[in-house]
């Protein structure tokens, strides 16, 4: 486990097998207190630019990804009732972008990294304003 400086936050970076994972988490934990960082995570979660993202870099990185119940994520991706986890998302979609960790009751919700992908981390950040 490393961490990495982003803005003046420590990152974890996390070696799973031979990929590496940023942790969300960390970088929820930045915007708010760590009891809200899983509030966050499933905001950010349910916006459509995040299910875009995380749709796209699937396609792209995993051929088991099931594109039709990523799709229906994605056209529900907005609305006032729409909710999804982490967790679901994996579910449901096969994804292997997202890991779900938990550790001293919390839960880490690490993304690969796309060669280190500061649009990712730009992403996040605005989209938890």
Not at 18 to 35: C, P, V
Request: proline fraction near 2%; aromatic fraction near 6%.
């Amino acid at each position: 486990m490393a961490k990495i400086k982003i803005e003046n936050a420590a990152i974890t970076v996390l070696s799973i097998g031979e990929k590496d994972y940023i942790s969300l988490t960390d970088m929820a934990n930045n915007k708010e207190s760590e009891s809200r960082a899983a509030d966050i995570i499933k905001n950010w979660l349910r916006t459509r630019y995040a299910l875009e993202f995380l749709s796209t870099w699937e396609q792209i990185n995993n051929p088991e990804i099931k594109v039709v119940e990523s799709d229906h994520f994605k056209m529900q991706a907005g609305l006032t009732g729409f909710v999804i986890s982490a967790s679901e998302w994996i579910d449901k979609t096969n994804a292997v972008g997202i890991v779900v960790k938990k550790a001293n009751m919390v839960e880490h919700m690490p993304i690969k990294i796309l060669p280190l992908s500061l649009d990712l981390l730009s992403a996040f950040r605005l989209n938890c304003i």
